[in-house]
């Protein structure tokens, strides 16, 4: 598994641990946000005897290939990125070298060991200027917002060609605004739990009118442990390669999200309203159909359950 201290990263080597997996994780622990962080969420995937953590750069081409070399896979799960759209405006080119040059590292490593299966993160961002909801896996997907838009379509376009060509198959994950203990700092319920906590204002775009997918974690790594384990569709025919919206299925205003932070956290927001940012999309909401025909389940956890969990894990994690 690549990413193996990011947020989802984390929580889907323990969900496969937990399903019986040897793991081997790795991850470059780059300083996008704090480090202190991913080496935490590391220390609760050290004590399994079946993790087994490599830090390494996926953009590293001889690395990665030693790497592929040196071990026999069953699968890849492909985490590693740079992640963040407002980020994608400051530093282009390292979403250039993780997220294409990453990847190809990783297709190539799949194509020389003779990878059964390829699982990949792929994101709600690739819908783009898609104004049609729910957002469906066969909707367009070429008006991309954001280079990191733009890089997590590429990537699903060099698995298609790779499947085709070498036979790899390919599975992406949309994944849509995923939310839980151990989030992404950068994310809005970090975001905002900290500056609630700390008495400072908090900015909303689009003058609040954003509508978002927020999926909370274990429902996610619970279809990503499934989908690893499932190379092939259901229903056959030789499809190689696929692609898998990960989402509740929900529309909810940010706004309403932010009001359910409050409540746990008994503090209310100082909102800042802001104009819209650039690269960004005013809703994201997912169809499920899809992934529940392959694998008979979908994100299911409500928002203020989710929610709750989270807090709780942010006061505990920060000592408050």
């Given at each position: 598994m690549t990413g193996a201290a990011g947020f989802i990263g984390m929580h889907s080597c323990k969900r496969l641990l937990e399903r019986g997996h040897e793991v081997l994780g790795v991850d470059n622990l780059n300083a996008y946000y704090d480090p202190a962080l991913k080496r935490a969420r590391l220390e609760q995937l050290r004590p399994q005897p079946k993790f087994v953590f490599q830090k390494l750069d996926i953009a590293d081409e001889k690395e990665m290939s030693g790497l592929f070399s040196a071990s026999p896979f069953d699968a890849v799960l492909h985490l590693a990125a740079q992640v963040g759209v407002r980020y994608s405006l400051e530093n282009p080119m390292a979403y250039v070298t993780s997220n294409v040059a990453g990847f190809l590292n990783v297709l190539e490593g799949c194509r020389k060991a003779g990878i059964a299966h390829l699982c990949y993160a792929s994101s709600s961002s690739v819908y783009g200027a898609n104004t049609q909801l729910p957002f469906r896996e066969e909707h367009r997907v070429d008006s991309p917002v954001s280079l990191y838009a733009a890089t997590k379509r590429?990537?699903?376009?060099?698995?298609?060609?790779?499947?085709?060509?070498?036979?790899?198959?390919?599975?992406?994950?949309?994944?849509?605004?995923?939310?839980?203990?151990?989030?992404?700092?950068d994310m809005a319920p970090f975001l905002f739990a900290r500056a609630m906590l700390e008495g400072k204002p908090i900015r909303v775009?689009?003058?609040?009118?954003?509508?978002?997918?927020?999926?909370?974690?274990?429902?996610?790594?619970?279809?990503?442990?499934?989908?690893?384990?499932?190379?092939?569709?259901?229903?056959?025919?030789?499809?190689?390669?696929?692609?898998?919206?990960?989402?509740?299925?929900?529309?909810?205003?940010?706004?309403?999200?932010?009001?359910?932070?409050?409540?746990?956290l008994g503090v209310k927001a100082q909102i800042e309203l802001a104009p819209m940012q650039p690269g960004d999309v005013q809703a994201t909401c997912a169809s499920t159909d899809k992934l529940r025909a392959e694998i008979g389940y979908a994100p299911a956890t409500p928002v203020a359950a989710g929610v709750a969990r989270f807090i709780a894990w942010y006061k505990a994690y920060w000592k408050l």
């Open positions: 590429a990537n699903e376009l060099m698995a298609e060609s790779y499947g085709r060509l070498y036979g790899i198959p390919c599975t992406g994950l949309r994944f849509f605004t995923v939310y839980g203990p151990w989030g992404r700092p775009f689009n003058g609040g009118d954003m509508g978002r997918d927020f999926t909370y974690i274990d429902d996610v790594v619970e279809a990503v442990a499934q989908l690893v384990e499932r190379p092939h569709p259901a229903a056959g025919g030789g499809e190689k390669t696929r692609l898998f919206n990960i989402g509740l299925g929900a529309l909810m205003n940010l706004m309403d999200f932010l009001r359910a932070i409050e409540r746990e």
